[in-house]
């Protein structure tokens, strides 16, 4: 393993070290891209299926099966008229040739073409749905994107491989109704029975919508369903039925918690109902309940107090829908004019409930929610950027609004991007408002115990999520949620909002510096994101590579390189801590940058002798310099260690002189003359050794873990087994800061 080094000199051969580097430390990036046939593969670390791909433009051209002569869509599919260059027949040839590798097999009967979008820039994006037996695959779809020249350049998928489920069951659409309502009636206590408003039978394979490998596939009944009852929140849930045994599979909000009608719910309170341009002359003389289009100033709430009404209507609602249309060019959330959904709520409609304690009573407020199309405030919510939020809700709801359950799925990793989308929004949206943001959800909120500290995307950790715990700031946060469920979507949203505000703002986090490239760059990367790339059932290995190309759709190299390392430092592109994988060093570690490539150079240390110390090193260093290690003994003193420097190999167990005191808390490193970074304080789980050993005790001797050498890359971890059981616990301190700690 390289000879040992004794005093002032490391003579470990600098070849032989570099070749353990990507041992040590795994790839540059732990989202592995493998690249063939002019192809860049992305594959998701927890579920391993492909889900991005980037051509090069010879890759991405058309071959002559993209005609309508030879394609077997145009030959059977007479429901539109193929012509040359149909950016369907395009689509279709680059997914045959590339069947294999997306796990389909036959994409004219498994793949469902909409009508082709065409964006401001000029690309067109194919989306599919996949269909297994002429029934709809739960989050299964694919987009194949198009540059102006009608050359595929990238290509976003989530599909359900490997499907082998029954096509007809025992349960029929009766018995799976009254399955699904007696279930939502005893979770949520409901007092009379819930109602069903829609249904379908599809195919569920739970490993593709909750992101794991599991392609175990089951023919389901999907049975949509709502309960309104008096003194609590509606609730509105899709159920999954197993059409074979009845059992329940999955459930799925359709709750998320926009020609304008401000409702006002405090009539609830006498027994009717939620109002527009309502007067209750016995009781309130004088005053009307609830503002329509063209209507005059309410004033405030004669029971409540307040303005919510009128604010909603004069310039929150107006400003939010202006936001959209002047910065994206869509006109409502619908791009119809409103928030409507049609019949019954027309499209131009924008719907808008306040004062729901009147109804909800303590058991829904304070909070706020988006309703399939509808906008609901308890008293006070009615702020700039949860009024924001709450109408961003509305983009992904319309954008997949031809799925079922529309929307994206509102559970696990997509419900949180989902969430962080309207957060970042609601923060852009806080801004065109106010002319600045603080990055804080909830600004302006009136002081209420019950709402608690606002969600900080500066900060998630040091506010508390509604599991009781402190909002995530990275995957690998001991506080990030691994159960596949509702308080998932809301508590892990703060990853990626993280993110954004890094992107926005730059700072130092999680050992990556990020120079912000500002808020207005940062809204329309992650808007593009989410109308050109994102899926239903989005993961965020997928976001990662999908936000990433939609920066470099919009801007240059250097804002490019800027939001992949926000992503990286919030460990976007690793597996996570729910996966089981390991932590490792983001790629955009400021150690790498800086040519250190140890995660904690002195972590093992103890005195052997009144002047010398042991080390355990961990990982590769490269020469710079001829000084690049100083112990720092405190203010203003600076010793060195080794003026003469090959390099060191990860493991060693080496010997070095200097004069070092007691209160050691970390080395400071010098990588070139102009930088230098302290490892101080120390990553999560490495601990530094500070208790001395008396002189005349040598340290024993510490034993070699070769699993850091023999592993696979992400055996590499940022803890590196540092301060483990090959230290005496008489030498070990307690834990440095936490890593998480942000900025």
């Known amino acids: 393993m390289g000879e040992r080094m004794t005093r002032n000199t490391f003579n470990i051969s600098l070849t032989a070290a570099l070749a353990l580097a990507p041992v040590l430390f795994g790839p540059p990036s732990a989202q592995a891209a493998s690249k063939a046939d002019g192809l860049e593969l992305f594959r998701d670390k927890s579920s391993g299926r492909v889900v991005f791909i980037k051509a090069s433009p010879e890759a991405g051209a058309p071959t002559a099966l993209a005609t309508p002569e030879a394609s077997p869509r145009a030959q059977t599919d007479t429901s539109r008229a193929y012509k040359p260059g149909d950016p369907v027949l395009i689509a279709d040839d680059f997914l045959a040739r590339h069947r294999g590798r997306l796990g389909i097999s036959d994409v004219t009967t498994e793949l469902v073409p909409l009508e082709p979008q065409r964006d401001s820039l000029g690309f067109t994006h194919v989306r599919y749905r996949q269909m297994y037996g002429g029934l709809p695959v739960v989050g299964g779809e694919a987009a194949v994107h198009l540059n102006e020249s009608g050359r595929v350049y990238a290509v976003s998928a989530m599909f359900a491989s490997g499907i082998a489920a029954p096509l007809k069951g025992a349960v029929g659409l009766p018995e799976a109704e009254e399955i699904a309502a007696a279930a939502m009636k005893g979770e949520f206590a409901l007092a009379g029975n819930p109602v069903m408003y829609s249904s379908a039978q599809v195919i569920l394979q739970k490993g593709l919508i909750e992101n794991t490998p599991d392609n175990t596939s089951y023919l389901a009944w999907a049975l949509s369903l709502r309960s309104e009852e008096f003194g609590r929140a509606p609730e509105d849930w899709t159920y999954f039925v197993d059409a074979g045994s009845g059992v329940v599979l999955k459930r799925l909000s359709n709750v998320r918690y926009l020609y304008r009608k401000i409702y006002d719910c405090t009539p609830y309170l006498w027994g009717s109902i939620c109002w527009i341009n309502k007067a209750f002359p016995d009781l309130y003389p004088g005053y009307i309940f609830g503002r329509g289009e063209g209507r005059p100033v309410r004033g405030p709430n004669p029971v409540y107090g307040g303005t919510d009404v009128d604010d909603a209507y004069d310039t929150l609602i107006p400003q939010v829908h202006d936001y959209y249309l002047s910065t994206f060019g869509l006109n409502g959330g619908n791009n119809q004019g409103g928030m409507g959904t049609g019949g019954s709520y027309p499209v131009e409609n924008t719907n808008v409930n306040t004062y729901l304690e009147a109804y909800w009573g303590a058991g829904g407020c304070p909070s706020a929610s988006f309703d399939r199309g509808i906008i609901n405030f308890c008293h006070g919510m009615v702020v700039p950027d949860i009024v924001g939020h709450e109408y961003s809700h509305g983009i992904p709801f319309f954008k997949f609004n031809q799925s079922f359950p529309v929307g994206m799925v509102y559970s696990g990793e997509p419900g949180a991007l989902d969430e962080s989308f309207s957060d970042v929004m609601g923060e852009g949206i806080e801004k065109f408002i106010m002319s600045e943001t603080d990055w804080i959800m909830g600004t302006g909120l009136v002081a209420n115990p019950a709402i608690g500290i606002p969600r900080s995307l500066i900060n998630p950790p040091s506010s508390l999520s509604e599991a009781g715990t402190p909002y995530p700031d990275k995957l690998y946060s001991p506080y990030y949620h691994c159960a596949n469920s509702f308080i998932q979507v809301h508590a892990n949203a703060t990853v990626p909002g993280k993110a954004f505000y ?242």
């Open 502 to 743: 890094l992107m926005s703002e730059g700072g130092t986090f999680n050992y990556c510096t990020i120079n912000g490239i500002g808020i207005n760059k940062v809204e329309q990367i992650l808007y593009r994101a989410m109308m050109s790339y994102y899926a239903q059932a989005e993961t965020f290995n997928a976001a990662y590579a999908h936000i990433i190309q939609a920066a470099e759709d919009l801007y240059g190299a250097a804002d490019v390189a800027e939001g992949r390392k926000a992503l990286q430092a919030v460990e976007m592109d690793q597996s996570g801590r729910c996966s089981g994988g390991t932590e490792i060093p983001p790629a955009a570690d400021d150690r790498r940058a800086l040519g250190i490539s140890s995660l904690a150079l002195a972590s093992d240390l103890a005195r052997a002798s009144a002047n010398t110390y042991r080390f355990r090193v961990w990982g590769i260093a490269e020469q710079v310099g001829t000084t690049m290690f100083n112990v720092n003994d405190g203010p203003g003193t600076v010793s060195v260690i080794s003026s003469s420097l090959g390099s060191l190999s990860g493991g060693e167990l080496v010997m070095v002189t200097g004069s070092l005191d007691t209160t050691f808390t970390g080395p400071t490193i010098r990588a070139r003359p102009e930088n230098i970074v302290t490892l101080a304080p120390a990553p999560e789980g490495v601990v530094y050794a500070r208790a001395p050993v008396p002189a005349a005790a040598p340290a024993p001797e510490l034993p070699f873990d070769s699993s850091r050498l023999q592993g696979t890359p992400d055996a590499a971890s940022s803890d590196c087994g540092c301060g483990s059981s090959a230290l005496p616990a008489s030498l070990i301190a307690s834990p440095g800061t936490p890593r998480n700690t942000s900025h």
